[in-house]
């Protein structure tokens, strides 16, 4: 079945980069796109950015433009969210998604990012 | 910045029937919005339900519906359960970001 199993926690220094991988498992990689959520305690979801594992073509919101970068790897089936200059308000679980059709389905277990000096 | 909006709480009785909603503030909420709704317990990762307003993933109970009521997005559950109490929240496609409610955190009791 589909799954998308992401990297561990991570803890980092404020000013630092932090990349988060996620492995799919169970469906052809390059049909699908891969969004990226975070998630602070208490807070709602916030969308960070999205790419098509086929061609790479990403997507960002304004406000990660230039912090957040979004890879594919089609040979590993793996997608990679690297977040830059992390401050402390960046801790939060990061999560990935398999995003087609404009469908959110199947989501990874999430990563803990803490940022702390 | 654009904002969605959800019932911060809601309390229904075990086999009871509840309305979720989902509103913008851009405007109207439409299916050009691709309404999503998750489902979410403590310390777990989201559970996608619905996906493009009113379509359930192959997981999702068929008493869980989605639909739009008025200028709202809106998720039904009906005959709740126990295990159905937790945070909901909707996705929004909007001006091609993905923007999420605050949550609804659902009570069975």
């Known amino acids: 079945q589909v799954q998308l199993v992401q990297s561990g926690p991570e803890l980092k220094k404020p000013g630092a980069s932090a990349k988060v991988s996620c492995k799919a498992y169970g469906y052809i990689f390059i049909t699908s796109g891969v969004t990226w959520v975070r998630q602070a305690p208490g807070q709602r979801p916030e969308w960070l950015g999205w790419i098509n594992a086929y061609d790479g073509h990403t997507n960002y919101p304004q406000n990660f433009r230039g912090r957040v970068t979004i890879t594919a790897d089609r040979s590993t089936n793996t997608a990679y969210m690297e977040l830059r200059n992390l401050r402390s308000d960046d801790t939060a679980v990061y999560y990935c998604?398999?995003?087609?059709?404009?469908?959110?389905?199947?989501w990874g277990q999430g990563t803990l990012l803490t940022v702390s000096s | 910045q654009t904002v969605v909006t959800q019932e911060p709480s809601l309390t229904v009785s075990p086999g009871g029937t509840v309305t979720l909603t989902c509103a913008s503030s851009i405007g109207a909420v439409t299916r050009d919005d691709y309404p999503n709704w998750f489902q979410q317990k403590p310390g777990q990762p989201p559970r996608s339900l619905i996906f493009t307003t009113d379509n359930r993933h192959s997981w999702t109970p068929a008493r869980f519906s989605g639909s739009l009521l008025g200028d709202k997005a809106a998720l039904t559950l009906s005959d709740l359960q126990p295990e159905d109490e937790a945070y909901y929240y909707c996705g929004l496609l909007l001006r091609g970001d993905w923007v999420f409610g605050g949550g609804t955190k659902l009570t069975v009791l």
């Open positions: 998604a398999k995003d087609f059709d404009f469908s959110i389905s199947n």
